[in-house]
């Protein structure tokens, strides 16, 4: 019998009115992957938030064991120095600070009380090299994507002398490629006796690498299962406490004339703007129709969408944009609001939300003169409009007055949602609009999707995940090195042909460069 190295015992762990964890038992083997699993609200990161001293010994009961001792953390320094790290979901760097100095925040690499920037940069450097990233270790952190981001969070725990390393959603913000590399780090882990929490809403990531997968829901533990044990369904079922017959809702679509239209859209780095990064993008939406754009992490499709949405990102922008085949002014995001053009970013965090805000106020901010009477706001109709959306996005909230920042990942994404939908566009960019969300949460937003298309909506989607876009897409774009590289009918196409023109728009990216090169 390999040996227990963590055993959480009872743990109860109460807010103002909520009990978010009740009685919750935990074993971790040494050198173990255990998944914990559950809904969105289900008590996943409070745990880990307990185990690693965030809420610290005497605000939760229970007990914690860890290499045979009884640990009462005060906070997450003290957890550490026990060897358990954690990786959180929100990203913890400072933007205008460089990858190395990032990694070793709080853990500088230093002699005689100076710190030595050669030895940060090499250590950085070979820590970059393990997680799977190329950028030089000097780059700043608002200078790369949010999944380039996620990378550096993971070297940065592999910087610490870990024992235990837990994971919340590591790869809520990486590719297919890039997850599956991380994987494979973390079985490498494995291999050289290190234990790993993973917590993930991609249950075939999840099957294909934990050793066994505690279930969690309602803030109690359901199950604990073993290696041969494992499959989906039943990790559905034990989830959400019924079967999930069918991954996507169906629909009929009805698909009218072209109302969305992008033509020769070409952007330039804003860092360097010799770079084009978006070159000569052609696509087009029609009334009730949901587009999909697929691509590999890097493909530029986050930013072109951020571009047509006000230019919200980009210099030297070129093209046109046509709503029902007129030329639309864009050109900042106040006026493609006014035109009928939404986005709903994939960092709800930073920019969908105001997590410091209540749900109401959220709600109705892109829409401001719907709820408004010669300029002055009328708080009983904001008060009906937001909980009217609470009602119909199927908000999980005390009331329209709960902070949104304290809603699990699914709630919020509706909230961003409902914002939008508020705002009444005819053209809607949903960017990752499941991203860290449990698959209970996902068929609700799949369903209000869905919804919005009957009702003649056009809706542009960016999904990392390819079975996301064959299941509720009718057609599918592919993007690579910032340009369109295929498109097909949803109904004709696969993981294997989308990665098929991929690598063909590699090559031909290649041999384009030759001739720009030498011309």
């Known amino acids: 019998m390999t040996e227990t190295i963590l055993e959480m015992r009872g743990i109860t762990k109460t807010f103002p009115g909520v009990k978010a964890l ?32 965030v809420y610290p010994y005497g605000t939760y009961e229970g007990s914690i064991h860890f290499l045979g001792k009884e640990c009462r953390f005060s906070g997450i320094h003290d957890s550490e120095r026990e060897g358990i790290v954690i990786i959180h979901q929100e990203l913890a760097l400072v933007p205008l600070l460089s990858i190395a100095e990032n990694i070793f925040l709080g853990n ?41 981001q996620q990378l550096v969070e993971i ?10 390393l837990i994971l919340d959603e590591p790869t809520a913000s990486l590719s297919e490629k890039d997850s599956d590399a991380l994987l494979n780090l973390l079985v490498e882990f494995r291999e050289h006796g290190i234990a790993c929490i993973l917590i993930s809403h991609k249950l075939n990531e999840v099957g294909k690498v934990a050793d066994r997968i505690t279930v969690l829901r309602d803030g109690r533990t359901i199950e604990t299962m073993e290696k041969e044990q494992i499959s989906e369904d039943r990790i559905i079922t034990s989830m959400v406490g019924r079967p999930l017959d069918d991954r996507f809702p169906p629909r009929q679509p009805k698909i009218g004339d072209v109302i969305f239209e992008v033509r020769n859209w070409l952007v330039h780095d804003p860092v360097h703007p010799d770079r084009v990064a978006i070159r000569n993008v052609n696509l087009n939406v029609r009334r009730g129709e949901v587009v999909g754009i697929a691509g590999l992490m890097g493909s530029g499709r986050t930013e072109f969408a951020m571009s047509v949405f006000g230019r919200a990102w980009g210099t030297g922008v070129s093209g046109e944009v046509l709503l029902h085949g007129k030329p639309v002014d864009v050109s900042t995001v106040g006026r493609a609001v006014d ?13 969908g939300l105001n997590l410091i805000d209540h749900i109401k106020h959220n709600i109705s901010a892109a829409n401001l003169k719907g709820v408004s009477t010669a300029g002055v706001i009328d708080d009983i109709r904001e008060l009906n409009v937001a909980n009217d959306y609470r009602k119909q996005t199927n908000i999980r909230s005390s009331s329209v007055y709960q902070v949104t920042g304290n809603l699990s990942g699914g709630n919020q994404q509706k909230v961003v949602l409902s914002k939008w939908l508020f705002a009444d566009p005819e053209v809607l960019i949903l960017d990752e609009p499941t991203r860290g969300i449990d698959v209970g949460a996902k068929y609700e937003i799949y369903t209000i999707i869905n919804r919005l298309a009957e009702q003649g909506k056009a809706i542009l989607m960016i999904s990392s995940e390819m079975p996301e876009l064959l299941g509720v897409c009718d057609r599918i774009y592919v993007m690579n090195e910032g340009r369109i590289v295929g498109e097909m009918p949803a109904s004709e196409a696969s993981q294997e042909k989308i990665m098929r023109m991929i690598v063909r728009g590699d090559a031909r990216e290649e041999e384009e460069q030759k001739v720009r090169a030498a011309s």
């Open 155 to 164: 070297a940065k725990a592999l910087a610490k002398e870990v024992k235990l």
């Open 108 to 148: 500088e690499q230093a002699r005689f009380g100076v710190i030595d920037w050669n030895l940060a940069r090499r250590r950085a450097g070979e820590l970059l090299r393990k997680v799977g990233l190329a950028e030089d270790p000097d780059t700043l952190i608002t200078n790369i994507g949010v999944g380039k």
């Open 22 to 53: 009740q009685d919750v038992n935990l074993t971790v083997r040494a050198g173990e992957i255990h998944a914990v699993v559950g809904e969105n609200g289900a008590g996943k990161s409070t745990l880990m938030k307990v185990l690693s001293g």
């Open 339 to 351: 035109r009928g053009v939404a986005y709903a970013t994939e960092d709800r965090k930073t920019y």
